[in-house]
């Protein structure tokens, strides 16, 4: 889905998961910088969106999702995994309810997929599920924005900001009036810094919530009835989870920036030293320098010194060994 912002004075197109959309529109730090002072907006209509409607839509939804949402209050955002029999996570998705419609928007091209799941567990369940992503886009508001929001238009709002469900067809026109726009690596490097984790590059095909820091924030522990609930409360109860995400600090002297799948080495091992985690996104801030969210084995030391490749790290620990 390719944007029509694509035609903004300075706009580069984004490339691998998120082609579609601006990578930035000429300037990545003083987009960061409007985006933390408050103001501008993020293109993020190649996402996905997909409604759940009808009188069974909570319920029917509470059953397969990690989340407890059997009573979700109107407007009241939050999210949610979908995992595999052995607790493995395949879905996020990012809900809000309006009364009459769960809304949620996913990461690109997972749509299809998630749509084959839930139309395979509707059973007798009163519920209708339809893929959006055609018709809707969503923009992102940061946290302290002013802009004015359309009528209608339905709004999921965080801490981190408010995910607007607009129609396509609006797209342009509320560009014009929501002040400046900033590109997608703007909005991965705030949200590096925050440590949100992001399915498809924090995770793989065996990433349990645990291991992200998911708990609580994607899954309630006090409800089960929901595939792979039994790995997530052994683990919970009985385990620990095999790896950690972790915040990293980079030599801010390097050019190139230590890519996606990098491995981690223990500084004090040298670049033959045994592998102990890899890289999952890595960002330039306008404040921090190099930074990096990264899995690494849960036993190592929070304050080990490591390598990723050639460039030095510091950790910062997200989730706890």
């Not at 987009?31 to 029917?60: N, P």
């Not at 592998?275 to 930074?291: D, K, M």
Request: glycine share 10%; net charge negative.
């Amino acid at each position: 889905m390719k944007s029509p912002l694509l035609i903004l004075p300075g706009a580069v197109p984004a490339e691998g998961a998120d082609e579609g959309v601006a990578a930035h529109y000429g300037d990545l730090f003083r987009e960061q910088r409007a985006l933390a002072d408050g103001t501008g907006f993020v293109d993020l209509s190649h996402r996905g969106v997909v409604t759940v409607t009808g009188e069974d839509r909570l319920a029917w939804l509470h059953l397969l999702l990690t989340q407890h949402v059997s009573d979700l209050p109107v407007g009241r955002a939050t999210e949610a995994l979908i995992l595999s029999a052995n607790g493995h996570i395949e879905h996020a998705l990012y809900l809000v309810d309006d009364g009459a419609t769960v809304w949620a928007h996913v990461e690109p091209d997972t749509q299809e997929a998630l749509i084959a799941y839930l139309e395979s567990m509707k059973f007798f369940y009163r519920v209708e599920v339809a893929d959006r992503t055609d018709e809707i886009a969503v923009v992102h508001l940061p946290a302290g924005s002013i802009a004015e929001v359309p009528d209608g238009v339905v709004v999921r709002e965080t801490p981190h900001g408010r995910d607007l469900f607009l129609p396509r067809a609006d797209l342009e026109a509320f560009a014009g009036q929501a002040g400046p726009p900033a590109g997608i690596l703007a909005y991965e490097a705030l949200r590096v810094e925050q440590h949100r984790p992001r399915l498809g590059f924090e995770t793989d095909h065996r990433t349990i919530p645990h291991e992200l820091g998911w708990i609580g924030s994607a899954v309630h522990l006090q409800k089960g009835c929901y595939r792979g609930q039994e790995t997530v409360a052994r683990v919970q109860n009985l385990g620990k989870p095999p790896r950690r995400l972790v915040f990293l600090h980079l030599d801010g002297s390097e050019v190139h920036l230590p890519a996606a799948g990098t491995e981690l080495r223990l500084a004090d091992e040298g670049p033959d030293g045994r592998r102990i985690g890899f890289i999952t996104t890595s960002a330039r801030h306008h404040e921090l320098g190099p930074v990096a969210l990264a899995l690494v084995k849960r036993n190592v030391a929070p304050d080990a010194p490591l390598m990723a490749g050639d460039t030095a790290a510091a950790q910062e620990v997200v989730v706890e060994p």
